[in-house]
């Protein structure tokens, strides 16, 4: 009888410290998963932070999930010849690569939107020093400093970026042809399609007093760009 009671009182104990056991870890899990969801929430927060736009206050930039892209480097002379301005306008993305952003729609330059800008400024002022467009000096001296300040942008661009694509070279050590060699890129289109989407929203909208939207050189080129345009239509080019 003793022994029977004793026999009883140890299953009970075992069964009370299984219930202990499967509570704690239950508490554990429990405690994991409140930490887990808590950090997961700061993350999130910090992905999707609130910007004012004001001041220094936003992203540094846009579309942080850019997919990846190759481009096979083609000889394009024949595609933008240098004296086609329409075929070179065409280059720049949509508002010359300026946004809005944010909810007063604070205008901002994207640096791609930027670059090709200047390229296309750098190749209005060499045609425009070879064909003597310019009749007034200071519009001469406008051009050049736009395109010497285009000339450092794009610089520093290409040092940003650091290529490090190999170019096989030729038998004196010299770089070979460059066509045909694939380069590891960032998919171009979303970024044009973004400022695209961007210009359609903000469209009609105006800007608040004393924005800028418009880089030095826009309106020089533009209204070479539509005299250009004037003179092939007239047949004088």
Request: glycine letters at 8%.
């Given at each position: 009888?003793?022994?029977?009671?004793?026999?009883?009182?140890?299953?009970?104990?075992?069964?009370?410290?299984?219930?202990?056991?499967?509570?704690?870890?239950?508490?554990?899990?429990?405690?994991?998963?409140?930490?887990l969801h808590l950090r997961s929430q700061m993350l999130a927060s910090?992905?999707?932070?609130?910007?004012?736009?004001?001041?220094?206050n936003f992203p540094p930039r846009i579309l942080s999930n850019i997919?990846?892209?190759?481009?096979?480097?083609?000889?394009?002379?024949?595609?933008?010849?240098?004296?086609?301005?329409?075929?070179?306008?065409?280059?720049?993305?949509?508002?010359?690569?300026?946004?809005?952003?944010?909810?007063?729609?604070?205008?901002?330059?994207?640096?791609?939107?930027?670059?090709?800008?200047?390229?296309?400024?750098?190749?209005?002022?060499?045609?425009?020093?070879?064909?003597?467009?310019?009749?007034?000096?200071?519009?001469?001296?406008?051009?050049?400093?736009?395109?010497?300040?285009?000339?450092?942008?794009?610089?520093?661009?290409?040092?940003?970026?650091a290529d490090t694509t190999l170019v096989p070279t030729g038998e004196?050590?010299?770089?070979?042809?460059?066509?045909?060699?694939?380069?590891?890129?960032?998919?171009?289109?979303?970024?044009?399609?973004?400022?695209?989407?961007?210009?359609?929203?903000?469209?009609?909208?105006?800007?608040?007093?004393?924005?800028?939207?418009?880089?030095?050189?826009?309106?020089?080129?533009?209204?070479?760009?539509?005299?250009?345009?004037?003179?092939?239509?007239?047949?004088?080019?």
């Amino acid at each position: 009888m003793f022994l029977q009671v004793s026999s009883n009182s140890d299953g009970h104990l075992i069964h009370l410290l299984f219930i202990a056991a499967i509570l704690a870890l239950g508490t554990t899990v429990l405690n994991a998963y409140h930490t887990l969801h808590l950090r997961s929430q700061m993350l999130a927060s910090r992905n999707h932070k609130e910007y004012s736009y004001l001041g220094d206050n936003f992203p540094p930039r846009i579309l942080s999930n850019i997919q990846p892209a190759a481009m096979s480097i083609l000889n394009g002379s024949n595609i933008y010849p240098l004296e086609d301005d329409r075929k070179w306008a065409s280059v720049v993305p949509p508002g010359h690569g300026f946004v809005r952003m944010g909810p007063t729609g604070r205008p901002f330059a994207i640096s791609m939107g930027h670059q090709l800008h200047c390229l296309n400024g750098i190749r209005f002022a060499y045609i425009a020093a070879r064909d003597n467009i310019f009749s007034d000096p200071d519009e001469i001296t406008a051009s050049f400093n736009h395109a010497n300040h285009c000339f450092d942008l794009i610089r520093q661009s290409i040092l940003c970026n650091a290529d490090t694509t190999l170019v096989p070279t030729g038998e004196s050590g010299t770089p070979g042809t460059l066509y045909g060699t694939l380069h590891r890129c960032r998919d171009w289109t979303q970024v044009r399609a973004f400022m695209a989407s961007n210009q359609k929203h903000w469209k009609g909208v105006p800007l608040e007093p004393d924005s800028e939207l418009s880089p030095p050189g826009t309106l020089i080129l533009e209204d070479h760009v539509a005299q250009s345009h004037d003179k092939q239509m007239a047949g004088e080019r």
